[in-house]
Nanobody, 119 residues
Framework: QVELVESGGRLLQAGDSLRLSCAAS????????MAWFCQAPGKEREFVAR????????HGVDSVKCRFTISRDNAKNTVYLQMSSLKPEDTAVYYC????????????WGQGTQVTVSS
């Protein structure tokens, strides 16, 4: 079992920057990918970015590729999402998720943290 706790979400203005954090606890040795998803009001949950233990990452949303950066501190079992030049359309609940070794899906999810960007 792995527990995930996100933090950092808040109300901001367009153009601001923000860093989200997600700390994992429990069987952290089983973690392979750590990822961020977002869900905007009235929309489905959408993949943002993921990172594996050694660092290479993928970003799933073209509109945020150059503005959001995922990073990971393996010693702290924490994944970060650095968000810059925020736009009102970035308003969403941001979820952290992990995929364990050998699993074809994301096995554990955090409770989400709300990011609201005003114009």
């Amino acid at each position: 079992q792995v527990e995930l706790v996100e933090s950092g979400g808040r109300l901001l203005q367009a153009g601001d920057s923000l860093r989200l954090s997600c700390a994992a606890s429990g069987r952290t040795d089983s973690i392979y990918y750590m990822a961020w998803f977002c869900q905007a009001p009235g929309k489905e949950r959408e993949f943002v970015a993921r990172i594996n233990r050694s660092g290479p990452n993928t970003h799933g949303v073209d509109s945020v590729k150059c503005r959001f950066t995922i990073s990971r501190d393996n010693a702290k079992n924490t994944v970060y999402l650095q968000m810059s030049s925020l736009k009102p359309e970035d308003t969403a609940v941001y979820y952290c998720a992990i995929q364990t070794r050998g699993s074809p899906q994301y096995d554990y999810w955090g409770q989400g943290t709300q990011v609201t960007v005003s114009s």
